[in-house]
Structures are given as structure tokens and as C-alpha cells.
């Protein structure tokens, strides 16, 4: 019976394909669908949280289905395709399909392991898109496993399986023929192929997160197609295009200064940390200054964060247009609408001008001009990272910039600093201190210190100028950074406090000398209107969202986004926090008074129809934004 058994599975397998093609064709599959699933247990073994037997089958589920329908949908291919010039093709696609697996398997999984977050379609297509700008963000990033893996990937995928069938086999054998007699079978494995992979995206059954859950391969295209779609009509002088800044009878022409600090969350700097030494000259500074208690990033990511800071509007939140395009910002910005009042502007950053355009964004914001490092002398400085050097290399561009155009008008100048920005290279120049036990860690804090320094060099600069008690300052974080608090590392897409809270400090010269803390919870859309309030300018011919943080309004919802695009967004008012992660994972809503750090997930006890309103808000929101760059978009595409 056994001996029957058997030969009937070999005749069954010989409908298929002769012996030669299944060593061919599993030689190649075999390794690729056990590399994947070895990975898929990697990732699930290094969660945040590690799941039960239950949730390891759940989350492992997706990554079984995937490859076996995979592995059966060639087998079919192979076994329909009869003529040996559609067998030539199949076969090349069948090796390409395969070494572009391992790249798209091995990408996701090193992205998981650099952020915590899953590795999208659109990213990854806009990725590619401005190759020539991330290449070197690639190169930090690459560790050992590409180096070993993609190499290995493209040879073994290219002529392993005819070398396996030759030394099984002892004879050299390309499947470019189909020899069996015709049959179902082929039929029915393409069949079983598709149960397969229809099987793998499923959604995650006991609410692990779908986006993790799924295949990475599988997820990155079936997000692309399970997007909530929500239609809005904007009114036609709904956006802060036409803005003006008008003089009133308050009306003081103050030198703006705008420092961003790069990568600062707010509970990795003194004043909000005062067992951190972190950050001593910006603790002096917040004693006599305005400073709030809660203030938030809107998109956790530096030119995000620039739009809304300088332009008082989101900035975009889809890929399909960035706010580097021309004329694509649906606000007037702050340059523009102090240069109506004669101000001077310019913008230093201590990065490189092409990383993410930044040339034509601050050339969007209206600045006069722009300083990157490629204007600046890098003799004697330090390169901290794969697109900056540490932030002391603005200091003499912007000594000759303010000796040349200061006292003649006032100005309006930013600094980007780029330190402490990831990979955290810690200069040299002030050396090290020990702050914490994990040296990644350690080196970020430490990157912190180092742009401490900075701003209190800037500070000098201006008083040795004469431009101190003339200028207000605005000092702030651009966003957050993660350090696997919940299991996201970096910034992007941590939508958690320590990627969303920022400093924030607004220092006067002769005000608030005693220090003033704001309580109500501010966000970047508020600088532009704040430095309206701080200089006694109205704005007419438009309304911002934002809010003078002087007195902002206590009871508003101030929204938040994930740099990826549909990946989550967050609402805040008072002290509840609700987060929507679009099916990716269960959502998540938090009473931030008890659980500042976000531990404890008490969305179960909040009443449904509550969170349907709220997650209707966000997406209502959403598309808002979108509509709203779509105008401009549009505007732009008829004005040529």
C-alpha cells in the first residue's frame, strides 16, 4: 500500500514537471521561502512585546501562506508553459522574481530593525525616486546582512539552481521545455497558488497588527490598496494663500531669530529633565523665558516640521508631492510676509543643500538666503553624520551674514542644526559624558549636549554683535527621536511623546525674567502666528490654523501624522491622546495625566461612538491637507 502510495505521488509530480525541473526549480525556492520565514521569526523575536504560541502562529501565518503560494504559483507556471520560447521567458522572470524577493525581503527586514516600522510601497517607490539624494542615507544604513545576503542573492539566483541540478542530476539542465504529457494539474497548482496568497492577506486575527502580521513582501502591496478614502471640498479662500502681516499700534520691528534643533525630544533636555544635564545653557535660558509645558511636533521629520513651523500650515502627507516642489506650499510664510515689512532673511542649516531639496523648500518659504555647507568652510570641523558636520561650522557664515545686513533692517534668520541627527556622532570638540548605559543612547544624549553648546555660542555671537537685546529667539526641537520605547527607534514614524515632544523656548530679552511656563499644549502650526503676536503684527486676508502660543486656547485638538504615508495619526486634547494606526496594529488611546510614557492602552474602555468621531476627525483632516497641496498643485499646473 505504501509502495502505491508513493508511486502515486510520483505520477502526481510528473504531471507537473520531469525530475530535472522540480531539483531546478526547488533548488531556488527552497533556500528563498526558508530565508524569508527565518527572517519573519527574527522580527517577531525581537518585538517590543514577544507574543504567546497564539500570536507567534498569527504573526507568522501570513510569511508560510505567502511562500508556499509563491513556490506553487512558479511550480504552475513552469508546468502550463509548454513552448520553449514562453518557457525561456518564464524562466527569466522566474530568476529575476526571485533575487528581487530577497532584496525587497532583506530591505524590509533591516528597515524594521533601524526603526521598528514596516517597509511600505510608496516609500519605497519615492525612495527610488530620489535615489540620488538617499544614497548616502542608504550607505549609513547598509549593515552586514545586505553586504552578505544581496551578493549572494544575485549569484546564487542567477546559476545556483543550474549548479544544483548538475551536481544532483550529473548533467547540465535548464528548464526551457515542457516534456510532460498535458493534464489538470498545472491547472489546478495555479489554483491552489492563488488560495495560497489570497490566505496570506488575511488581516491579523488576534491583533498583533496587520502591517507586521502580513508577509513584508505581501504588506507592501496590499497597503497600497486598503487606504480609507474620504472626499472634502475646500472653499475657495479657505487657505492662508493671499496672508498679509498689518501693522497696528503695538507694531515692534524685532530681529526674529528661529533655531530648530535637530532630533531634540523634550524629556532628553534639562528643562523638561532636570535629572539631565543635558542641556545647562538652554535650562538658563528657559529661566527667564516663555516656555510650553507641552508642545508637539506635527509630522515627526525635519522638513515637515520646517513647513509647519515657518509656513503655519501641515505640510504634505502622501507621496505623491513633497514640499520641495515649487509653488506647491498652499500658505504665504514667514519670510514672505516679513519681507513685506522690509526684513531681511536667510537660513543656515549645517547639512548638506540637496538632502531632500532643501535648496528649493527654503527657496519655497520665500528666504532671501541660504546657507548650506557647501558655502561654508569645513576646515577644523567634523562630519557627524551622513549628510552634516557639527553645527559650530554656521557660526562664522552667520557672523559675516549679520555684520553685513544687520542695523541697516531688521531680519528674520533660522538655523538648522544637523548633530543630533542620527547615527549620533558625538564631535570631539567638547568631548563626552556618561549619561546613559546604552552607548546609542548614550551618544544621542551626548549629541544633545554638543548642540547645547552650539546655541549658547549663537547666543554670544549676537551679544558680541550688539543684536542680543534687539532680537527675539525662538528655540525648538524639530521632532522627537525613539529609542525602542515602543519598540520604534529614530523618528519618522513614532507618533509616541518621545517622538512628538519638543522643547520649545521663547526668549525676549527684558521679558519674562522670571520665567513663564505655558500650560495649555502648543505645536509647531502656532510659531508662525506666535511671531505675528511676539512682533504686534494682525494678519489679514486669511486665517492659519495654528495659534499665538502668547495665549493659545485651551480647549482644541491638535493633530499629528506619521511621516509614512497612511501609517497613523494621532489626535491631543487636554490630556487624552487617541491614535489611529489605519488597521496596521489595534488602535490606541491614552490618558496621558496618568500615563505620560504611554504605557497602558485603555482604548477598550472608551465608548465606541467616540472613537468613530475622533478617527473620522483625523481622516477628515487628512483630507484636508491633501486637498489643499492638490489646489496648489493645480494652481501651479495652469499658471504654466
Known amino acids: 500500500m505504501a509502495v502505491n502510495d508513493k508511486s502515486n505521488i ?19 525556492l527552497v533556500p528563498l521561502c526558508i530565508y524569508d520565514v527565518v527572517l519573519k521569526v527574527v522580527r517577531i523575536a525581537t518585538q517590543f512585546e514577544l507574543p504567546g504560541p497564539l500570536g507567534f502562529l498569527d504573526e507568522i501565518r501570513s510569511d508560510i501562506f505567502f511562500n508556499l503560494g509563491y ?26 522574481s526571485a533575487i528581487l524577493l530577497v532584496v525587497l525581503t532583506t530591505s524590509a527586514h533591516v528597515f524594521f530593525e533601524k526603526t521598528g516600522s514596516t517597509l511600505d510601497l510608496s516609500f519605497l517607490v519615492d525612495s527610488l525616486s530620489s535615489f540620488g ?32 541540478t548538475r551536481l544532483v542530476t550529473h548533467g547540465w539542465h535548464l528548464p526551457t521545455r515542457n516534456v510532460g504529457r498535458f493534464s489538470t494539474a498545472p491547472l489546478v497548482a495555479c489554483l491552489v497558488a492563488v488560495s495560497l496568497l489570497a490566505l496570506s492577506l488575511l488581516p491579523s486575527a488576534t491583533g498583533a497588527g496587520n502591517a507586521f502580521s502580513r508577509d513584508a513582501v505581501a504588506n507592501m502591496f496590499v497597503s497600497e490598496f486598503t487606504k480609507p478614502e474620504i472626499e472634502v471640498k475646500l472653499a475657495a479662500d479657505s487657505l492662508p494663500t493671499s496672508t498679509e502681516f498689518a501693522q497696528i499700534p503695538r507694531t515692534n520691528r524685532r530681529n526674529v531669530v528661529i533655531v530648530f534643533l535637530e532630533s531634540t525630544r523634550a524629556r532628553s533636555t534639562t528643562p523638561y529633565n532636570e535629572d539631565l544635564d543635558t542641556t545647562p545653557f538652554l ?170 553648546f552650539f546655541l549658547m555660542n549663537l547666543f554670544d555671537q549676537y551679544r558680541d554683535l550688539g543684536l542680543y537685546d534687539e532680537t527675539t529667539f525662538i528655540i525648538f526641537g524639530d521632532h522627537g527621536e525613539a529609542f525602542d520605547e515602543h519598540g520604534l527607534k529614530q523618528h519618522d514614524n513614532t507618533i509616541y511623546n518621545e517622538g512628538l515632544r ?88 491614552f490618558d496621558l495625566s496618568e500615563d505620560p510614557h504611554e504605557r497602558n492602552n485603555i482604548i477598550e474602555q472608551q465608548d465606541e461612538e467616540k472613537i468613530k468621531a475622533l478617527r473620522h476627525k483625523l481622516l477628515v483632516w487628512e483630507a484636508r491637507v491633501t486637498a489643499a497641496y492638490e489646489r496648489e498643485e493645480e494652481k501651479t499646473a495652469a499658471s504654466r
Open 10 to 28: 510520483v505520477v502526481r509530480m510528473r504531471a507537473l514537471l520531469i525530475r530535472e525541473d522540480w531539483i531546478y526549480v526547488l533548488s531556488l
Open 71 to 96: 513556490a506553487a504559483l512558479w511550480i504552475g507556471l513552469f508546468a502550463v508553459v509548454r513552448g520553449p520560447t514562453a518557457r525561456l521567458i518564464v524562466l527569466g522572470l522566474f530568476h529575476l
Open 133 to 164: 539624494e538617499l544614497r548616502e542615507i542608504i550607505a549609513s544604513e547598509t549593515d552586514l546582512l545586505h553586504y552578505l545576503v544581496i551578493p549572494i542573492a544575485v549569484v546564487y539566483g542567477g546559476v545556483g539552481p543550474a549548479v544544483v
Open 283 to 452: 535650562a538658563e535660558l528657559a529661566d527667564e523665558s516663555l516656555v510650553m509645558e507641552r508642545a508637539y511636533a506635527v509630522v515627526p521629520h525635519t522638513s515637515k516640521a520646517l513647513v509647519a513651523s515657518i509656513c503655519g500650515v501641515p505640510p504634505p502627507l502622501d507621496t505623491d508631492r513633497t514640499e520641495s516642489d515649487p509653488d506647491i506650499i498652499p500658505a504665504r510664510c514667514l519670510p514672505d510676509l516679513l519681507k513685506d515689512h522690509g526684513y531681511r532673511t536667510v537660513f543656515f542649516q549645517s547639512a548638506t543643500e540637496d538632502f531632500e531639496r532643501r535648496t528649493q523648500l527654503v527657496e519655497n518659504f520665500g528666504y532671501e538666503d541660504f546657507f548650506a555647507i557647501e558655502d561654508m568652510s569645513k576646515e577644523g570641523f567634523e562630519e557627524t553624520n551622513y549628510f552634516g558636520y557639527e553645527d559650530n561650522i554656521m557660526l562664522d557664515p552667520s557672523r559675516e551674514w549679520l555684520e553685513e545686513n544687520s542695523g541697516k533692517q531688521p531680519f528674520l534668520a533660522t538655523y538648522l542644526t544637523a548633530t543630533g541627527h542620527h547615527n549620533y556622532v558625538v564631535p570631539d570638540r567638547y568631548g563626552e559624558k556618561k549619561f546613559a548605559e546604552d552607548e546609542e543612547f548614550n551618544r544621542y544624549l551626548n549629541t544633545m549636549r554638543y548642540q547645547d
Open 502 to 589: 519638543i522643547p520649545l523656548v521663547i526668549h525676549q530679552p527684558g521679558r519674562w525674567d522670571d520665567g513663564e511656563w505655558v500650560e495649555p499644549a502648543v505645536n509647531e502650526l502656532d510659531v508662525l502666528p506666535t511671531v505675528a503676536d511676539l512682533l504686534g503684527y494682525g494678519i489679514e486676508g486669511g486665517t492659519y490654523p495654528g495659534a499665538s502660543m502668547l495665549a493659545p486656547p485651551e480647549d482644541r485638538i491638535l493633530i499629528a501624522s506619521c511621516y509614512h504615508e497612511h501609517t497613523c495619526l494621532a489626535s491631543i486634547k487636554d490630556d487624552e491622546k487617541y491614535i489611529y494606526n489605519y488597521g496596521n496594529k489595534a488602535d490606541e488611546y
